[in-house]
């Protein structure tokens, strides 16, 4: 079972940098590959960077590439996302996701498990 739970965000000024955090409480985290997506107030849940089961390989939405880094530590069941130069459109909720069977995907719906979401506000 994965129980995935999100931390780090907040509110801050255009340009700065945030951490998130996803935890899984379960056993299983490393086989899974990871994503990270968001939402904002009346828009569908986007794609934002995924990461496969070693680490080795990412992938990035064009609207975050250059700008935010997705890593994970299979040892502490952690998937972060490091986003630097902040915009006021990359205000939303953030999710994190797990896959078994589907890679680097940006589909949501291949995804297995979800977090509950942390809220990121970017002023201007």
């Known amino acids: 079972q994965v129980q995935l739970v999100e931390s780090g965000g907040g509110l801050v000024q255009a340009g700065d940098s945030l951490r998130l955090s996803c935890a899984d409480s379960g056993r299983t985290f490393s086989i899974y590959s990871m994503g990270w997506f968001r939402q904002a107030p009346g828009k569908e849940r986007e794609f934002v960077a995924a990461?496969?089961?070693?680490?080795?390989?990412?992938y990035y939405a064009d609207s975050v590439k250059g700008r935010f880094t997705i890593s994970r530590d299979n040892a502490k069941n952690t998937v972060y996302l490091q986003m630097d130069s902040l915009k006021p459109e990359d205000t939303a909720v953030y999710y994190c996701?797990?896959?078994?069977?589907?890679?680097?995907?940006?589909?949501?719906?291949?995804?297995?498990?979800w977090g509950q979401g942390t809220q990121v506000t970017v002023s201007s």
């Open positions: 990461i496969i089961w070693s680490g080795r390989r990412t």
């Open positions: 996701a797990a896959n078994l069977d589907y890679g680097l995907t940006r589909d949501p719906n291949e995804y297995d498990y």
